[in-house]
């Protein structure tokens, strides 16, 4: 049953409110097909929130709140115009552990110092759509739960695993033994003209753990010497690198090129 409010001071609706500001208690979800996704997940849904036709077109569990609003209302309560007319929270769950991301996985991402909620959201989106099976998180990354990571990803950060490595931006490479352990080849990923070609670094490995760094300086050197190879993706004259989500859509790419030629 829906409840109807017009009031946008009306504290039901202090979740959505003041969208702009980073919620780290809660997981916010956009849009229909986020939503969807997230009432999909493991992530306890407190309440769903949206313009009538948006409503009409969502089936959402009988127990969750479900609050129509008008769009004047809508916008005075997140901050803005909120286009997709739908809005959704839920409460977080407890993190996962490395080891719980790396069993039975085949492929996973290492991300270090990857401070941009987008190439975050970017990241998830690409990973899902390569096959990649979890994410593990090195030092010095953005939420990956922040709204604007969950709607990058189009909500795949819901569904793809991911968990974060122990340590400090100077020892959090120590924790790459587990996944080395596990029986992972390490491949950081660098433009460094003495780097490996890509194909040639993921040739014949079973399980991969691809690493990539943050947006303009990339991996750090205690990084790149915890891995068993350095990989470079060959690029045109003139150009010395790509966007992080961009050259970690490639990597996952040529992994899931030479999976499918076995």
Known sequence: MRIRI??????????????????????????????GRLLDSAYPVRQVVGFPAKLD?????????????????????????????LVATAARVPALTPKQ?????????VLEGVGDHENI???FRNAAGMGVDGVLFGNGCADPLYRRSVRVSMGHV????????????T?????????????????????????VHLAEALDGAEKVALLVGAEGPGLTEHAM?????????????????LNVATSAAIA??????????R
């Open 6 to 35: 017009d009031d946008p001071a009306d504290p039901r609706l202090d979740d959505i409110r003041h969208l702009n500001t980073e919620r780290t208690d809660l997981v916010v979800a956009e849009g229909p097909l986020v939503v």
């Open 57 to 85: 077109a969502l089936s959402v569990p009988s127990e969750i709140p479900v609050y129509e609003v008008s769009r004047e209302t809508l916008a005075a309560v997140v901050g803005f115009d909120m286009h997709r007319g």
């Open 101 to 109: 991301v790396l069993d039975g996985a085949r492929t996973i991402a």
């Open 121 to 123: 959201g970017a990241i």
């Open 158 to 169: 819901l569904r793809l695993p991911f968990a974060h490595l122990d340590g400090t931006f």
């Open 171 to 195: 020892t959090w490479q120590r924790s790459l033994d587990e996944v080395r352990r596990a029986g992972f080849r390490l491949v950081s990923m660098t433009p460094h003209p003495r780097a």
């Open 225 to 241: 010497r915890a891995t068993d190879v350095r990989a470079r993706i060959p690029m045109a004259p003139g150009t010395d690198s």
């Open 252 to 261: 996952f790419y040529e992994r899931q090129r030479q999976l499918f030629r």
